[in-house]
């Protein structure tokens, strides 16, 4: 090999040993190096656009048809704003959380409380949120909440027997107490109609002023129906409602039929949300099956 290609070769080989080092430097001590910073030391000085997402999580309350949502604001690193995504969750067993879109831009970084709103289109929904702190740069961290159930919907119906009422009939002392997922206002009516035999196939309409037919008289609190009634024809009997919270009470003064079996209940639109105005929901999915008996 001539001097001068003897040379060359050593240059390149010492170049390359110069890169080589330069580039694992950077490896480990540079790029992978900040990244631990970011991810690690998310509140030291080299943590650059780092952002962290909001904590203490609330379990979100319905409201109307929205809900209400609080929590703590992310802190860590330059958190500069806050935004609410939501998405509708369906109506199944469970929520059914899809893509999410931007539902509101919080008010400031600091913002720890929010309503929702909603439409009548969303009643008995499942709804899925979720928190997003922002930054001045590209940096985003998200918090998710639990999904809810959305508008007002009747989660339990439960029939009693009065302490001095005749077992399997409904009389005076018997109540039937119907719960919903939200405070509801004031209610109306004062009666029970009871329908048996071929004018209703066990049916109660609850606050049914004309007791005329279970298929089309109105009613102000809700419908049962699936019963096995005894006599025939229908019976308007007096009864005591009211509403305290979030549930409904009625309790029955006059002596009735015979009543037994398993029953639907579906709520009257006439009952409303206290907050948000929602109108209790009657889909299929807002049904409930009563329990206890008269």
Do not use: K
């Not at 400031?108 to 409380?113: D, E, I, L, N």
């Not at 809700?222 to 409904?248: D, K, P, Y």
Request: with cysteine; proline share 3%; glycine share 14%.
């Amino acid at each position: 090999m001539s001097p001068t290609a003897l040379r060359r070769a050593v240059g390149l080989s010492a170049l390359l040993i110069v890169l080589s080092l330069a580039l694992g430097y950077v490896h480990v001590g540079g790029t992978f190096a900040i990244w631990d910073g970011e991810t690690t030391n998310a509140g030291s000085a080299f943590a650059a656009g780092w952002v962290g997402p909001a904590t203490s999580i609330g379990t979100p309350a319905p409201s109307g048809y929205g809900a209400s949502l609080t929590w703590t604001p992310g802190t860590d690193g330059p958190v500069t704003g806050q935004e609410l995504d939501s998405v509708d969750g369906g109506t199944g067993a469970s929520a059914s959380c899809g893509t999410y879109g931007l539902a509101a831009t919080m008010s400031s970084a600091t913002t720890s409380s929010y309503t929702a709103s909603g439409t009548s289109a969303a009643n008995g929904h499942w709804w899925c949120y979720r928190l997003v702190s922002t930054s001045a740069t590209a940096w985003t961290a998200s918090a998710t909440f639990a999904p809810v159930r959305v508008g007002l919907i009747p989660t339990a119906v439960a029939f009693a027997n009065g302490a001095t009422a005749t077992s399997g009939t409904i009389d005076a002392g018997d109540t039937i107490t119907i719960a919903f997922n939200q405070n509801v206002t004031t209610v109306s009516g004062s009666n029970v109609c009871v329908f048996s035999g071929a004018s209703g196939a066990g049916a109660i309409l609850i606050g049914d002023t004309t007791c005329s037919s279970a298929a089309t008289d109105a009613y102000t609190i809700g419908r049962l129906t699936g019963l096995t009634i005894g006599g025939s024809g229908s019976q308007s009997l007096t009864a005591t409602i009211s509403a305290a919270g979030t549930q409904v009470s009625v309790a029955v003064t006059q002596t009735g039929p015979t009543v037994s079996g398993t029953s639907t209940f579906t709520a009257s639109t006439g009952i409303t949300s206290s907050t948000g105005s929602a109108a209790a929901c009657t889909a299929a999915n807002c049904l409930v099956t009563a329990t206890g008996g008269f």
